[in-house]
Nanobody, 124 residues
């Protein structure tokens, strides 16, 4: 059974930083791409960042480019999202997901297992 458990969310002031972690189990972690999405109240789930499993290619949503960094530690079966220069509009529940393939998709359809989500709130 595949499980993803996020941690690291919380309340931070605008301009601050947070690092989210997502621990995976139940699947050969190193063989699959990983992604981070977020969902604010009343909005659709939005792609934030993706990291492919083979050549380490990264992709980012336009709203977070230059501020967020996705990384992974295959030895720990963990993916991270470093979030810097946070803005109030980054407030959302953040989800990690494991992809169906080696390449990270920007669409929710490209992922078949999801974590429970962690709340990130950025105050102005």
């Amino acid at each position: 059974q595949v499980q993803l458990v996020e941690s690291g969310g919380g309340l931070v002031q605008a301009g601050g930083s947070l690092r989210l972690s997502c621990a995976a189990s139940g699947r050969r972690f190193s063989s699959y791409a990983m992604g981070w999405f977020r969902q604010a109240p009343g909005k659709e789930r939005e792609f934030v960042a993706g990291l492919s499993s083979n050549i380490g290619r990264t992709d980012y949503g336009d709203s977070v480019k230059g501020r967020f960094t996705i990384s992974r530690d295959n030895a720990k079966n963990t993916v991270y999202l470093q979030m810097d220069s946070l803005k109030p509009e980054d407030t959302a529940v953040y989800y990690c997901a494991i992809a169906r393939a080696k390449w990270a998709s920007m669409s929710v359809q490209g992922y078949d297992y999801w974590g429970q989500g962690t709340q990130v709130t950025v105050s102005s």
